[in-house]
């Protein structure tokens, strides 16, 4: 199994969510060329690209293939009251939740190794390798960190829709109604869980 990863939003944002999405690489395939054959959907796919519509059909493709997904989720203003009005960096604010959404998932392995693909986009590609070794060191021989480009990487791309979702809704977006609707079914039966983070060390 593997854990692809993809974060959305950040601190100028108001949010930022970081998605921890649980699928075999064969089943991103799938996902992806049956969902790129009804919408005629060209290049990466994008969450804050795609309409509600291939949102929703996206998802539910998602849940259908037995994917699961934690998403760890962080509120600029409950991060600033839980710091006494200081804010962290970006990256601190981007490795706390990462670490959050993993381990999360790491007590339901039953030690069955895995990999974790990470997205290589956000960040220079030396800060994510120390990132990367930082996972890697709390996976010990549980599985494999790696950094994907996500326009290769069908499974990223999935998770990149997952966090976007999640950020939609955390910050409260004018589209924030419609996507709660669309996630309520895969919150509701823990398809997608979600991880507040209230505080960055």
Known sequence: MTIYCDESGGLNAG???????????EDAAEIHERFRSVTGLRG?????????????????????AGGRAWVAV???????????????????????????????????????????????????????AAVREEIQAGLGTWGRASL?????????????????????????SPRAGRIERIIAPLLESKTIRVAELTQVS
């Open 74 to 128: 962080a509120k600029r203003d409950h991060l600033a009251e839980g710091t006494g009005g200081t804010l962290p960096s970006d990256l601190s604010l981007y490795a706390a939740l990462l670490n959050l959404a993993i381990g999360r998932w790491l007590p339901e392995t039953g030690g069955v190794c895995a990999d974790v693909v990470i997205d290589d986009g956000r960040y220079d590609p030396t800060i994510l």
């Open 148 to 172: 994907a480009d996500s326009r290769r990487s069908e499974g990223v791309q999935i998770a990149d829709v997952v966090a976007n979702s999640l950020f939609n809704v955390t910050a409260q």
């Open 44 to 64: 990466e796919l994008k969450g804050s690209r795609i309409s509600l519509v291939e949102r929703a059909y996206l998802l539910e493709l998602f849940d259908r």
């Open 15 to 25: 949010a930022m969510t970081f998605a921890a999405v649980m699928l075999t690489p």
